[in-house]
Nanobody, 123 residues
Framework: QVQLVESGGGLVQPGGSLRLSCAAS????????MTWYRQAPGKQRELVAT???????NYADSVKGRFTISRDNARKTVHLQMNSLKPEDTAVYSC?????????????????WGQGTQVTVSS
């Protein structure tokens, strides 16, 4: 059983910062790409940022220069540092990861989601 648990969401004023974290747990053999998505009310879910197991990153144009994704492979955790937040960043932010479970003898790859954390940017 694999779980992804997000933390760090909340209410912040425009121009402020938040740091989201997502921790993976379970019988994990390895973790591939880790991605943050967000979904605002009435809008489609959008990719915010991705980081590969090797540390390569990719960002949505709307967050480039303001958000930074990072990961701690030893702790099986991915972070999203969000600076210069805008009201349009308000959304539920969810963590997604490609995870291989099992052992070196028997393992299976799957895609997993966290439950999401609310980020609200408002004065």
């Amino acid at each position: 059983q694999v779980q992804l648990v997000e933390s760090g969401g909340g209410l912040v004023q425009p121009g402020g910062s938040l740091r989201l974290s997502c921790a993976a747990s379970g019988a994990i053999y390895s973790i591939g790409d880790m991605t943050w998505y967000r979904q605002a009310p009435g809008k489609q879910r959008e990719l915010v940022a991705t980081i590969t197991s090797g540390g390569s990153t990719n960002y949505a144009d709307s967050v480039k220069g303001r958000f930074t994704i990072s990961r701690d492979n030893a702790r099986k955790t991915v972070h999203l540092q969000m600076n210069s937040l805008k009201p349009e960043d308000t959304a539920v932010y969810s963590c997604n990861a490609d995870i291989t479970v099992g052992t070196i003898i028997l393992r299976r790859r799957g895609n997993y989601w966290g439950q999401g954390t609310q980020v609200t940017v408002s004065s």
